[in-house]
C-alpha cells in the first residue's frame, strides 16, 4: 500500500535470471550543480489548498495589524506562513529555515527571499494577547472543520496534559511536575484533543509551575462549549480526562458546557474507604475456570466539593486481575485485585462499558508524542514567552491543516502519522522551471503533486 501510494514500484524480484552486479560508484562523476531542483514540491500542493481554503486570507485579516507600516518588507502574515510551510516540510525550529533557504520552490513561495532568523524571532516576540488569541481561534477553527467534516453521532475530547522540557533559561520555564527531568524548568502546556477527527480543538502554553486544577476550569469549559456549539446540538459529546481532572469544578464546567464525561477518580483514604465497603461486585467476565477476572460496581460515594457547587455525579469501580498497570491497590487481603474507580454524570450507561469507552483515552498519549516528535511542539526556540506560545499555537495550526489536506489530496492515506504523509506529500524531489513566462514544477510520474 505504501509502495504504491509513494509512487514506488514493485522490484523486478524474480524475473531476473542472470546475476547482478552493482555499479562501481566511483565511476559516477558529479556534473554541473543545478539550482532548480527542489526536495519539497508538495509545498505547492499545500500553498494551493490553503490559498482555496481561505488560510493566507485568515492570517493577513487577523495579523496584519502586527506590522502595518507601509515600510515593512517582510508581512506578519508571510512570516507566519512561511512558518507553517517550514514546520509542514519537517523544520520544527526557526533556525531550520536556514537549510530551507537554497530550495528555489521554497523561497519562491516565500516572496522570493527568505528573511533572517533574527527578523523571524523579533516578528514571533511582536505577539500580544489579542493575536494569541487570534491564533489559538484560528487553529480551533480549522481543526472544528475536520470534526465536521466527518458528520459523526458521537465525539470524544479528551483533556491532557503534557511537559516541555527548557534545557536554558526561557521566560517562563520553571520547575514543576516533570515526570523525567526532577527539578528542570519547563513548560506545562495543556490540550484538547479530538479523538474521531485527530486534531487539536484547544490549547494553552503555560508556565512549569502551573498543573491542573481549579484555575483551569473557566477556559476548559469554554473549548467544552465552543466545540459544542460547533459540532451540534444532535452530537454526543463525551469528553475524557485523567485523574489530575477530579477537580469538582473542572468536572462542573465539563456538566455546564454541555458534555458528557468520564473522568479517573482520584485516590485518598475516603475514596479508598468507599471502595472497600462495597459488598456486592456484579462479574462481568471469567476465566476458563469459571473464577471472576472482572467485576463492577456502584459507589455511594460524593466529595464534599461536589455537593458544595450542587453536583451530583456518579462513581463507579471496575476491579480486575487480569489489568496490567504498575499501580496496584492492595485493598482486599488474598484477593490480587487492581481497581481503578471512574466519574461521570452518565446515569445510565453500563458501568462496564463506561470503563472500556474511557480506556479509548489512551489515543491522546499518541498523538501528544507525534505532536512532540512530528510537530516539535517540545522545542522551544526563544527567550520570549509569548514568542514561545505563537509557534506552539501556529505548529498546532500546522497539525491541523495538515490533517484536512491529507483529506484534500490523498484521503486514503489519512490515517497515517506525519512521518510517512511527509515522505508521501510534501518532501517530493522536484525540479522548478520557467518558460515561455510561466513557472512548472517537474515532479515523478506518480507523486501526488495536486496544483489544480
Known amino acids: 500500500m505504501r509502495r504504491d501510494v509513494r509512487g514506488g514500484k514493485r522490484g523486478d524480484g524474480d524475473r531476473r535470471h542472470q546475476r547482478i552486479r552493482r555499479t562501481d560508484p566511483t565511476r559516477i562523476h558529479k556534473g554541473k550543480g543545478d539550482s532548480s531542483l527542489t526536495g519539497v514540491a508538495g509545498l505547492a500542493s499545500f500553498g494551493v489548498f490553503c490559498r482555496e481554503r481561505g488560510v493566507d486570507a485568515d492570517l493577513e485579516r487577523l495579523f496584519f495589524r502586527l506590522k502595518s507600516s507601509p515600510m515593512v518588507v517582510y508581512p506578519m502574515e508571510a512570516q507566519l506562513r512561511l512558518l507553517l510551510d517550514a514546520n509542514v516540510a519537517g523544520e520544527h ?5 536556514e537549510s530551507l533557504a537554497p530550495d528555489p520552490l521554497f523561497v519562491r513561495l516565500a516572496g522570493g527571499v527568505v528573511p533572517s532568523i533574527d527578523t523571524v524571532y523579533r516578528d514571533l516576540g511582536r505577539f500580544d494577547e489579542g493575536a494569541l488569541r487570534d491564533l489559538e481561534a484560528m487553529m480551533v477553527a480549522r481543526g472544528l472543520t475536520s470534526v465536521k467534516r466527518l458528520r459523526a453521532d458521537h465525539l470524544h475530547l479528551d483533556i491532557d496534559t503534557t511537559v516541555e522540557v527548557a534545557f536554558g533559561t526561557q521566560q517562563g520555564a520553571l520547575p514543576g511536575p516533570n515526570p523525567r527531568h526532577h527539578g528542570r524548568p519547563s513548560y506545562h502546556p495543556i490540550l484538547a484533543y479530538c479523538a474521531e477527527a485527530g486534531v487539536c480543538v484547544g490549547a494553552l502554553l503555560r508556565p512549569g509551575n502551573t498543573s491542573l ?39 462542573g464546567g465539563f456538566h455546564d458546557g454541555g458534555a458528557r464525561f468520564i473522568a479517573k477518580g482520584k485516590w485518598g483514604f475516603d475514596l479508598r474507604d468507599a471502595v472497600r465497603a462495597v459488598k456486592k461486585w456484579t462479574t462481568v467476565d471469567k476465566d476458563a475456570f469459571g473464577r471472576p477476572t472482572r467485576q463492577v460496581a456502584e459507589l455511594d460515594f460524593a466529595r464534599t466539593s461536589w455537593t458544595e457547587l450542587g453536583h451530583t455525579f456518579r462513581v463507579v469501580a471496575v476491579r480486575s486481575n487480569e489489568r496490567d498497570t504498575i499501580t496496584q491497590l492492595p485493598l482486599w487481603s488474598g484477593l490480587d485485585y487492581t481497581v481503578q474507580v471512574y466519574i461521570t454524570n452518565d446515569f445510565e450507561t453500563d458501568i462496564d462499558a463506561l470503563a472500556w469507552e474511557y480506556n479509548g483515552r489512551a489515543e491522546v498519549e499518541p498523538a501528544i508524542a507525534e505532536l512532540k516528535n512530528g510537530w516539535g511542539i517540545g522545542k522551544i526556540p526563544s527567550q520570549l514567552f509569548v514568542a514561545n506560545q505563537a509557534l506552539f499555537l501556529l505548529k498546532l495550526l500546522a497539525h491541523n491543516l495538515m490533517r484536512s489536506f491529507v483529506r484534500w489530496a490523498a484521503p486514503q492515506l489519512a490515517t497515517w502519522r506525519v512521518q510517512w504523509l511527509r515522505r508521501a506529500l510534501i518532501n517530493i524531489p522536484g525540479r522548478l522551471i520557467r518558460s515561455g513566462r510561466r513557472w512548472y514544477l517537474r515532479v515523478p510520474p506518480r507523486s501526488r503533486v495536486r496544483l489544480e
Do not use: N, Q, Y
Not at 525550529?93 to 529555515?97: D, E, K, P, Q, S
Open 93 to 97: 525550529r526557526v533556525f531550520g529555515l
Open 213 to 251: 486544577g481549579d484555575d483551569d476550569a473557566p477556559m476548559i469549559k469554554s473549548w467544552v462549549r465552543r466545540f459544542r456549539a460547533r459540532v451540534g446540538e444532535h452530537v454526543m459529546v463525551t469528553a475524557r480526562i485523567d485523574a489530575g481532572g477530579d477537580c469538582a469544578r473542572i468536572l
